[in-house]
Every structure is written in C-alpha cells, then in structure tokens.
C-alpha cells in the first residue's frame, strides 16, 4: 500500500498515515534463480514487484535522517500473493499473512551497492513476463519513502544485520502461470531472472 496507483487499482479507499507492515518468514525467500512452484493451496497467486533494501547493521528507534546508515545494498523482489486466499481472510476478518508469507512467497534478486544503483528516492524498475513489460514503477512515487519506513519499523522491531524491508509495489500486479519467465530489473540492469512451475 506503499504507491497510490496500486491502491487505486486494488481499490483501497482508505489514506494510509503510516506504513502497512506485515512480516515473512524465512522459509519465505526464494533466491538464486531458483524456480517458483505455484502452491496447492491457490488459483490465483499474484506477482507484486517491489525494490528490496538489506539492513547492513543492528538498529533499534532509528532516526529517519540516519536511516541510510543502516542499509547499503538494494535489489528488485517479488512479493507474491495468494489472492483468492487473502480476500477470502480478509472478507472474514482475519489475518492474512499466510496468503503473503508462505515458502517461496518472496522472490529475492541479486543485491548492488545503493551508490551503483543511483538514488533510492529515484529507482525506476520493472518485470518482465515472457519478455513483456508487465509492471514499472520508480521509487519517486512512493508514499512513504525507504529511510521512512526503516524509521517507523525499527520502532517495533530491532532490525538486525541480513533483514530485508520490501518497500511496496506499484500498479500493474496480475497472475503468474506455470511456463512463466519473470526477469526483474532495476534500470536496464537485470537482477532477478527466474521461471514459475
């Protein structure tokens, strides 16, 4: 919920005045190319495309101002989702990380210095399907910038060395399809490139 586009395309009426966090767990990650199975669970499991920063040292009520202190390398991810299950969870009030954080949910790509990547504030990305642009976005557009949200989630949780902060994705989510090939770039340099099954 972090791209006013995206919110308007999932239909959000609300204005969020802080970031929405949810948590992933471990067995989330999905990394070195590997393929992405679609679980049994769903019919209808999403890509969201989404700029990836990684914490380089221990933080705890980081100040926004010293919020690029703390990390130094960012990527391109997928943060997949169960769509038929989340709006089914939702729908009854419940919650809906099992529809966001199951195994393989967050596809990583291969991370770059922030300095090779320019600036943070100003990252254009995209994926590609089958070698079609299906989603673009640029960090410009986000609601709450990254050193935002490494402020606001270090008030509740100690971030630690290796943690990853998805930073939201823009419009243009949809299904993904056994056969498809998903490439992630951040400008023209690609740094995720792996098939669904």
């Not at 009426?13 to 989330?28: H, I, Q």
């Not at 010293?66 to 969870?89: C, H, M, N, W």
Request: charge should be negative.
């Amino acid at each position: 919920m972090n791209y006013a586009s995206h919110n308007k395309e999932m239909r959000h009426t609300f204005e969020c005045s802080e970031p929405a966090v949810f948590m992933k767990c471990e067995s989330s990650l999905l990394k070195g190319g590997k393929p992405f199975f679609i679980p049994d669970f769903s019919s209808d499991v999403h890509y969201e495309t989404e700029i990836v920063i990684k914490i380089n040292k221990l933080g705890k009520n980081i100040a926004e101002r010293f919020a690029p202190r703390y990390y130094s390398e960012v990527t391109v991810g997928i943060d997949f989702t169960a769509r038929d299950l989340q709006k089914r969870l939702r729908s009854e009030g419940l919650p809906w990380e099992i529809s966001k954080a199951f195994d393989n949910s967050a596809a990583i790509g291969d991370f770059i210095p922030v300095g090779e990547a320019t600036d943070v504030r100003n990252l254009q990305f995209r994926l590609e399907i089958n070698g079609e642009k299906v989603q673009e976005g640029n960090t410009a557009d986000m609601i709450f910038p990254a050193d935002k949200i490494v402020a606001y989630v270090s008030r509740f949780f100690t971030l630690k060395m290796g943690d990853l902060i998805y930073t939201g994705t823009p419009e243009g989510v949809g299904p993904v399809h056994p056969g498809d090939h998903l490439r992630g770039y951040i400008g023209e340099q690609k740094l995720l490139d792996f098939n669904i099954r």
